[in-house]
């Protein structure tokens, strides 16, 4: 069965660039199309999608106010904002109204694939691309999806190296200040990952800050 999903961007162009990349795609099904707000929701109501991925800025209804909407009437339907470099505070934005994702525009085709099965799959994605600005901002928000979640727990090295991929170290740095190879910490962030259920660096941090493993200065 594959995820259906709905796009929503005023720019056509980003819209057909976007069609094309799908449809290659046997398990993600684009099912329909919007140019704003409005129209966004029209379709949500008629299609039910799984998932909808909407620009931030658009005319007549932005995505902030169409993700409140959404998430109020189709609790079901899962957000991925779309967003350019300088959206930092509308991310946060999108994110407190119900938002389980965001994406930059140009991202990789790989990046956007996972992050629609990793928000059907009701976990949360965090571009690639995250800047430490944005993670700070997400740090002071009042956005938490951790608060209801189980706990994992986390040996002491791993606690270490979360600490330090906090500091922005690479595994290269994290396996030298260890005495570890980089393939031994490797394993260790794939197990973190899969521990706090995120899928990159930025999502460690994230996940992090706001379950108290690690505090920005």
Do not use: W
Not at 8 to 15: G, Y
Not at 41 to 54: G, S
Not at 63 to 83: M, N
């Amino acid at each position: 069965m594959s995820i259906r999903i709905v796009i929503a961007d005023d720019h056509e162009i980003f819209r057909d660039g976007f069609r094309v990349m799908l449809k290659k795609q046997t398990d993600i099904e684009l099912v329909g199309e919007a140019c704003d707000g409005n129209e966004l929701l029209e379709i949500t109501e008629a299609m039910k999608p799984d998932v909808v991925l909407t620009d931030i800025k658009m005319p007549i209804l932005n995505g902030i106010e169409a993700a409140r909407i959404i998430k109020k009437k189709y609790p079901s339907v899962k957000i991925i904002a779309l967003s350019m470099f300088d959206d930092d505070n509308l991310i946060i934005d999108m994110l407190e109204s119900g938002a389980k994702g965001y994406l930059l525009k140009n991202t990789s085709k790989s990046e956007i694939i996972d992050a629609i099965n990793m928000v059907y799959n009701d976990q949360f994605y965090y571009c690639r691309s995250t800047s430490q600005k944005l993670i700070e901002l997400m740090a002071q928000s009042n956005f938490n999806p951790y608060k209801e979640t189980p706990k994992p727990e986390f040996s002491a090295r791993e606690l270490e190296i979360i600490v330090l991929i906090c500091q922005q170290a690479t595994t290269k740095e994290i396996a030298s200040k260890l005495f570890l190879s980089i393939r031994t910490i490797e394993g260790y962030r794939e197990k973190i990952q899969e521990k706090m259920s995120v899928k990159n660096a930025a999502g460690i941090v994230v996940y992090a800050i706001k379950n108290g493993i690690f505090r920005i200065r």
